[in-house]
């Protein structure tokens, strides 16, 4: 059973669908919904012509309906049709769920019953989800690491005919963070203003986020240890607190300064020994810390981790602090360049 988990990926079930090898049962779930909208529509825009769509597609919802509702729907023959698809969303309320694995013994071969679960996943101890894997896809859709961001991004501009540079891709992950469905989105919106390379340029005219005032230039900054580009960055970061606030700048220097001590304990401190101690994708993410590593120590690298959650507790009232998100940010890049 673990071999088939380890290899049911988005790309396998895609390509299952598109050869029209259909399975009886999907059983879309997990914390990331990306993947479960994108199996989900494809089938729902596949499988049936728009026509056929009138008499052999429908829709249920798990707060509204029951287990005996959709195994009824399920067991019906399609009319005009070679298949019918039953498509039920918000899955996680199911009632009665073990009962599915009754119907799935002997299914309709002739209707695809499709489960959308998100925020959790079906315990995989269970009958039912034997069943499931036994005739069916059991699909996880599981949140990207951030380092995995840079490589979908990638590849979801690929796919779009589109080109990104790698500080457009830096930029993206730093701004609009690990919700795919809002990272695809935004690429799209880059997508329809003609121009098929997504620069910095395109990023700040479009999305709002600035190309020379963010948290990868502060990090850039720190390593070239530029004291004056630091400092003037932390100061656009203060006067404009709703774009920039504290509790956002402060996880993506947590995120850099881990990575960066667990590359300094790297077996091979090369980029391809880098690379894999932190199961990084992409190249130029490896040379970022192989600059840290030349201008932090491991022992630096340690204090400024600690300094950063001491920052982080007292930005959140902590310690009786007074003092104000600008002038903890001031007191950390100080702490971090001296």
């Not at 396998?12 to 990331?32: A, T, W």
């Not at 315990?123 to 380092?147: C, H, M, P, T």
């Amino acid at each position: 059973m673990a071999k088939k988990e380890s290899i049911l990926t988005y790309d396998v079930v895609v390509r299952s669908i598109q050869e029209r090898q259909f399975k009886p049962v999907y059983y879309l779930m997990g914390e990331e919904s990306y993947y479960i909208d994108r199996i989900a529509d494809y089938i729902t825009n596949n499988v049936l012509t728009e026509e056929q769509k009138d008499f052999n597609f429908t829709t249920l919802y798990g707060a509204e309906t029951d287990m005996n509702t959709v195994v009824m729907t399920a067991r019906r023959y399609p009319m005009m049709s070679d298949y019918q698809v039953v498509l039920v969303k918000e899955a996680q309320n199911l009632k009665n769920l073990d009962s599915l694995a009754v119907y799935l013994q002997n299914p309709q071969p002739q209707t695809i019953l499709v489960f959308c679960h998100k925020n959790g996943v079906l315990d995989r101890r269970k009958k039912v989800a034997a069943e499931i894997e036994r005739i069916g896809f059991l699909f996880e859709s599981k949140k990207l690491y951030e380092r995995e961001l840079p490589g979908f991004i990638t590849g979801y501009v690929q796919r779009k005919g589109m080109t990104i540079d790698s500080k457009s891709v830096e930029l993206l992950v730093d701004y609009v963070g690990s919700d795919l469905n809002r990272m695809a989105g935004e690429i799209d919106k880059l997508g329809i203003k003609g121009d098929r390379r997504i620069t910095p340029e395109l990023i700040e005219q479009n999305i709002g986020v600035s190309k020379e005032y963010n948290t990868i230039e502060l990090k850039n900054a720190l390593i070239a240890r530029d004291i004056l580009k630091s400092n003037r960055i932390v100061n656009y970061f203060d006067k404009n607190q709703k774009v920039y606030p504290i509790q956002m700048i402060l996880p993506s220097l947590f995120t850099y300064f881990s990575n960066l001590m667990l590359a300094h304990y790297a077996p091979v401190k090369n980029e391809a020994g880098v690379m894999e101690t932190l199961g990084l994708r992409q190249a130029w993410q490896a040379r970022d810390y192989l600059s840290g590593m030349r201008v932090f120590s491991a022992r630096k690298t340690m204090n400024i981790i600690a300094a950063i959650r001491e920052t982080d507790a007292r930005s959140k009232g902590f310690g009786n602090s007074m003092a104000t998100s600008g002038e903890l940010l001031r007191d950390l890049v100080y702490f971090i360049l001296h």
